[in-house]
């Protein structure tokens, strides 16, 4: 596979960074060692953080991966940008983020998972390189990571593990190491750095398509889990719906108490694809240092959404739950900035506040943007103000019929609102944070119930009365997908 060729563009300023996002996709917040995990071997991002900051209340506001991408590509809000669960991403936006970044200046490519419609949209990029993992959305479509892995290995299976694309089971890769999608992605963003070598700044985007399942991480990632010990799945009493006892499941089931050695043998498979994305990553750091850049580029690793990985019996994501909703956010710019005290690590902060991030760290802004995001550099540079800030979470229906909810945060408590039933959950982060007390059952909590509901309604007001009415969201009959402002 040939190194991006960059095309020849302007000679910018010598203060404008490079932009390098890292992204994951499943990835849970609470999978990186620097954020407490003792369990966890991530140290590269452990370094990332070391040099930058971690925003602990982290939230991708749909956990699934269009709509997350969506939000990440504009900057917008799921109602401005229009998927209110997994769908489509439109074909054009009016913010698009390589589009954007391409206009100021930088060049720009992308590798690894788009998951965008067509699968060959380019949204702005000079160039992507593509894992699509098994999708075929556009007729005719074979990722490059296909074609190269039919070049390498003309007689291999790509897919001989065995494993579904939403499978719970876990097992080592079955093939050569060097076959693997993470391998191949972290080779082609080395191959990137290696080869630059225009004036213009550019903007890089590696994403990695997993830890999603298959949990297959190669065998000396697998046996590096093997005798550790991993945490265990957080089990709410509320949750016991949700465990479907004495029933057959299937391999891609999206609920169900699996048992403690499943969850266990799981997340040795999830916790093994973390650090070999993290070796990937320490790869593309090493380039990024050999090129003198490191501290002329910006940095970010992220993640679309989470995994539920048997918290409260559930699988996969989609959830308003802290390990589908909340991911992990490390920024480390150019120039280390401290955060202040009281600042903007404790703000919630989600997908949508990258490109707001980005144009702001250029620096030059040649037209007025409209984002539902805010900069992070504003929340941390010196003398900034704490930020109180609610951030809204939605998912249309996805698994069963009458699983679409609202939510609302302020990274202390939150809201749960489960749009076809009614039912309510409200929860103290800080005392809880697995979300083991649903305080909305309890007495003693009407009148903070009552606060966050009217919250809740305050932020579905613009959508009518079929969604808040009277200070209170309201039950709905009808699951929406795509909001009014959803292009085409």
Known sequence: MPIIAAQRGPRMENQRPNILLLMADQFRADCVGASGNRA?????????????VIFPRAYSSTPSCTPARAGLLTGWAPWRHGMLGYGRVAERYANEMPRMLRQMGYYTAGIGKMHWHPQRNLHGFHRTLLDESGRVETPGFVSDYRQWFRAQAPDLDPDATGIGWNDYAA?????????????????????FLTG?????????????????????????????????????????????????????????????????????????????????????????LESLERRGEAQRTLVVFTADHGDMLGDHHLWRKTYAYEASARIPMIVRWPERIEPQHGGGPATPVELRDILPTFVDATGTKPRPYEFDGISLLSL???????????????????YWPGSDWTAITDGHCKYIHWSMTGEEQLFDLERDPGELRN??????????????????????????????KDGAPRVRSKSVLYSPHYPG
């Open 196 to 284: 630059y070598s225009e004036p213009s700044p550019w903007f890089l985007k590696v994403s990695f398509a997993r830890p999603h399942s298959p949990y297959d991480p190669p065998e000396r990632f697998w046996c590096m889990y093997e005798d550790v010990e991993l945490p265990g799945a957080v089990v709410g009493r509320w949750s016991e719906r949700f465990a479907h006892r004495g029933e057959t499941l299937p391999s891609s089931t999206w609920w169900g108490d699996l048992g403690k050695e499943q969850v266990r043998r799981s997340r040795q498979g999830y916790y093994g694809s973390v650090s070999f994305i993290d070796e990937q990553i320490g790869r593309i």
């Open 171 to 191: 097992k080592p890769y079955a093939l050569p190491e060097q076959l693997h999608p993470t391998r191949w992605t972290g080779d082609r963003a080395v191959e």
């Open 40 to 52: 966890i071997r991530t140290p590269n991002l452990d370094h990332i953080a070391r040099g930058g």
């Open 439 to 468: 305080l909305a059952s309890e007495a003693g909590s009407a009148a903070l119930l009552r606060v966050w509901r009217h919250h809740m309604a305050e932020h579905l007001a613009e959508r009518g009365d079929e969604w808040a």
């Open 380 to 398: 941390v540079k010196p003398g900034a103000s704490p930020v109180h800030r609610l951030m809204d979470l939605e998912h249309a229906r996805c």
